[in-house]
Each structure stands twice: as C-alpha cells, then as structure tokens.
C-alpha cells in the first residue's frame, strides 16, 4: 500500500511518498481501508518540528479520518466488515480524566495516522457513524467534534441563550459555530476576510467582527452585544492574545484554549491576572477530547444533519499541495484529502 511520511520535519517539503505491506487486524483492531482524511492545523506543527518530540522519519501524519473496516481482529465483536468509522486522535483516551499516557498513542505524531491506504485502529477507539454523517464531514469530524465538546459541553457547559465566541474561520471555529447554534447558543466569530464572515452569518452567526478593521476585536464585539461578554471561548488564539480574549469575556465566563494561531504554544500569555481575577474568568488548557466526548458530539451532528464545510478536496497523490493550502491560511472550513 501506498503511504505519506513525514520525513526529516523540515515543513511540508519533507513530506515523501512510501510503500509498505499491507497492515494486518491484530488482537483488539480492525483494518480499514481509508477513505478519506482532514487537515488540522497540529498535522502542519508536526511537519515543521513544532508538535511532538523525537519522531521518526516514517511517521505517517493526519489526525482526522474516515474508512470502512476490512477485517476485525480476534476478540472483536461490535463492528463488521462494511461499518464506517472514526477515532479520537488519542485513541487510548477512551473516557474518564485526561491524563499524560494519552500521548503515547496520539495518530499521527506518536502514532502512525491516516494519510495511508488502509491503517489499523484499536476497536475500543473506534466510532461507528450513523447514516446521517456524510462522508466529507466524517472525514474531517473526530478532532473537531472531540476539542470543541470538551471546550464548549464538558467544560465550557454552555446553555441555551448563553453566547460563544470563537477567533478564525478554520474548522474548529466553524464547528463550534454549528454546534452551538444546535445547542441553541449565540455565537461570535472574528475573521479579518469579510467574505468569509458573511459565509459564517449565512451559517448562523449572530455576530461576526472582522479583525482587519478592528484590531481591537474585543471591543467592537462588546459594542455589537451592547456589552455582553462571551459566557464560553473557544480560544485558537492562544496566550499571545489572552489579553483580547479576555477583554471579550464576560463575567464568569469560560476560556477553553485549545489552539496556538497567534503565535506559539511556547508563547507567554498577554493578559493580565487582576482581568481574569475581576471577571472570576475560568480558563482551561484543552488537550483534545476522549472517545466519549467525540461520540456525543458524533450523535448531536447526526441529529441536527450538521455538515462540515469544506474549503478544498485534494487527491492522495496531492497531499503536499494540501497542506500549503492550509499553511496559507485562506481555507474557509475543512481541507480535505481523498484517496485516489
């Protein structure tokens, strides 16, 4: 079978095409034929040596995937050859609290992921998906749908009527968008693209601010909501913005940061402690999600028909152009990659 790896981590021209055999379901696994991947922004860090230390050069990237089992190894008896799944990228994070051993089977980075041919998953990661979850959302859904639960529900706990606010147009943002307004919440969105915060209205959003021409984002949201704060963020900007994003929070509200788009994660924070002390802002530090929190957000997606935008489609034979389309930062959405 064909596969991508990821080289000597020098950026994405170290991407280079292998072959090798064909995987085989062990005790506990499944195979499955891939059928399609989604692009995050972790999947452009490990290319470039900022996420995950002393990888191998064959590590095969991609977090996010879609595939049909082939076979199931032995002792495995709640999936079928023919069932469509999904996995957690942290694929022994099944339920419970977050702990560090979740790393050491991260797809991937310290695991092998899913731009390859066929891969083999444990079956106690694996999500079998309703016939309601199309196949470009599948493809682009497990790390979106675990992050942004565990920011907004298992965290966050949003209610109906509260708002949430997220920075960008990348898929998580427009997940937490979607899953919002199905939570029925309010929502915030910056983008400095006016197009792009049009598409987001279309899509639900109550109130979109263009960074661009604001770059004290925070206020002109306050002036948008007449002064009401965000209840929940779900922050990609990370600390170099933490001031901002503060400022945009409303008096007990909650920071579930989970992204680094401002800077880096080794980035210190800009915000003050007497800010988040006067508004008793809770902030989390988010490492994804686990099995359980991607299957919820699995079943809300099926129940409220939500569809992952997708920006570009690339072929298996095209995984670098891919990723310069997503370094390039003009994607609304999802970047895809399907098998050829």
Not at 76 to 93: C, E, K, L, M, Y
Request: hydrophobic letters at 45%; a negative charge.
């Amino acid at each position: 079978m064909k596969v991508w790896e990821i080289g000597g981590r020098t950026g994405i021209e170290g991407l280079r095409m292998a072959e090798r055999t064909d995987p085989v379901a062990g005790l506990g696994e499944i195979c499955l034929r891939v059928t399609a991947t989604g692009l995050n922004h972790r999947d452009l860090m490990v290319l470039r040596g900022d996420y995950g230390r002393d990888l191998p050069p064959h590590r095969i990237p991609l977090s996010d995937g879609v595939g049909v089992v082939e076979a199931v190894g032995e002792d495995v008896s709640q999936f079928q050859v023919g069932d469509r799944v999904i996995a957690p990228h942290f694929v022994n994070w099944i339920d419970g609290p977050y702990n560090y051993a979740i790393f050491a089977a991260d797809l991937g980075v310290t695991a092998d992921g899913w731009l390859a041919e066929k891969i083999t998953l444990p079956a106690s990661a694996a999500i079998r998906l309703p016939t309601e979850v199309d196949e470009q959302t599948a493809a682009s859904l497990a790390v979106v749908a675990g992050t942004v639960w565990h920011a907004m529900v298992a965290f966050g706990a949003v209610e109906p009527g509260e708002l949430v606010l997220a920075q960008g147009t990348g898929g998580v943002s427009i997940f937490a968008l979607q899953l919002a307004k199905a939570l029925g919440a309010e929502f915030a969105i910056t983008s400095s693209s006016e197009e792009k915060l049009a598409r987001a209205k279309e899509m639900g959003a109550d109130y979109v601010i263009n960074y661009r021409d604001r770059p004290d984002w925070a206020a002109a949201m306050l002036e948008q909501t007449e002064g009401r704060g965000a209840d929940v963020v779900v922050d990609t900007l990370g600390f170099p913005a933490l001031g901002e994003t503060v400022a945009a929070t409303a008096v007990n509200g909650r920071i579930g940061t989970l992204g680094a788009l401002s800077g880096t994660p080794q980035a210190t924070a800009s915000a003050s402690q007497g800010a988040m002390i006067g508004k008793n802002i809770t902030i989390k530090g988010l490492a994804s999600g686990s099995r359980a929190m991607t299957a919820a957000a699995v079943a809300v997606v099926a129940k409220h028909g939500i569809r992952n935008p997708v920006d570009r489609k690339f072929s298996f034979g095209d995984a670098p152009d891919a990723f310069h389309h997503l370094e390039s930062g003009s994607h609304f959405g999802k970047i895809l990659i399907r098998m050829d």
